[in-house]
Nanobody, 123 residues
Framework: QVQLVESGGGLVQAGGSLRLSCAASGLTFSTYFMAWFRQAPGKERAFVAGISRDSGATPYADSVKGRFTISRDNAKNTVYLQMNSLKPEDTAVYYC????????????????WGQGTQVTVSS
């Protein structure tokens, strides 16, 4: 059974930082493309950032480039999302996801999903 468990979400003021973590089990983590998605109320789930198995590809949504950094530690089966300079529009439920493809930003290409963690950025 694949499990993706997020942590690190919470409430932060605009301009602040959070680091999300996603611990994976039940899969060969080092072979998966890992990603973070987010979904705000009334909006579709949107790709935020992804990272290939070797960290050679790290695509980001335009809205977070320069502010967010994705990383992974294959020895710990964990992927991270460092979020700096947070804005109210970053408020959403953030999901960790895993894909068997080398790289993808399409939600329907992801095989496994975490439970989601709330990030709220106040103005």
């Amino acid at each position: 059974q694949v499990q993706l468990v997020e942590s690190g979400g919470g409430l932060v003021q605009a301009g602040g930082s959070l680091r999300l973590s996603c611990a994976a089990s039940g899969l060969t983590f080092s072979t998966y493309f890992m990603a973070w998605f987010r979904q705000a109320p009334g909006k579709e789930r949107a790709f935020v950032a992804g990272i290939s198995r070797d960290s050679g590809a790290t695509p980001y949504a335009d809205s977070v480039k320069g502010r967010f950094t994705i990383s992974r530690d294959n020895a710990k089966n964990t992927v991270y999302l460092q979020m700096n300079s947070l804005k109210p529009e970053d408020t959403a439920v953030y999901y960790c996801a895993a894909s068997r493809l080398y790289i993808t930003n399409q939600a329907n290409n992801y095989n496994s999903w975490g439970q989601g963690t709330q990030v709220t950025v106040s103005s």
